[in-house]
């Protein structure tokens, strides 16, 4: 299947699918993500249930359209179809991790992340993004629930007497 397209030199161009993909996802690689959302955009009108496509196709076309066209539902659901094609790649968990942040739910980023520090433990990528998320102190009172209503009390109680955990 192939795609019709401008590329960077304003000619017109008839490329496979899987290449218009790839070349997406390069360039998004690279931080070039207008450019590279372009491309990705390109293969999404051929068909986004094509199996011709990289599955991270859609944890770069999932991000991306949360990122910056706030589609959080659409985003997370691409970047979960990403993980369900090839679990055992860790930039499909690291795409879904950044989208769950950006959709607010801390707690599946960093199950999304955990996942793919278990497929790939050195995934710079991942544990970068851990690291970047800080890690929670401990309940008050260990044999509560965190969300227990003392325990956040207490937790609220402990931050404005001591302030924010310190780093290192």
């Not at 590279?36 to 199996?51: C, D, I, K, P, R």
């Not at 008050?140 to 310190?166: E, Q």
Request: neutral net charge; charged residues 25%; aromatic residues 10%.
């Amino acid at each position: 299947m192939t795609v019709h397209a401008v590329d960077a030199s304003d000619s017109q161009v008839d490329l496979p699918l899987d290449e218009v993909a790839w070349r997406g996802i390069e360039l998004c690689r690279r931080g070039e993500w207008q450019e590279g959302f372009y491309w990705l955009s390109l293969a999404t009108n051929v068909t986004v249930e094509t199996s011709s496509v990289p599955s991270l196709f859609f944890a770069y076309l999932g991000y991306g359209l949360t990122r910056f066209h706030g589609e959080v539902d659409e985003g997370l659901r691409l970047c979960r179809r990403a993980v369900e094609i090839e679990l055992y790649q860790p930039e499909n968990h690291y795409y879904l991790a950044a989208t769950y942040l950006l959709a607010g739910d801390r707690r599946s980023a960093i199950d999304a992340i955990e996942q793919g520090l278990q497929v790939d433990a050195t995934h710079a990528g991942l544990r970068e993004l851990l690291a970047d998320m800080g890690k929670r102190r401990s309940p008050i009172l260990p044999f509560l629930p965190r969300r227990h209503a003392l325990n956040r009390w207490l937790g609220k109680v402990r931050h404005r007497l001591f302030g924010p955990r310190k780093s290192g």
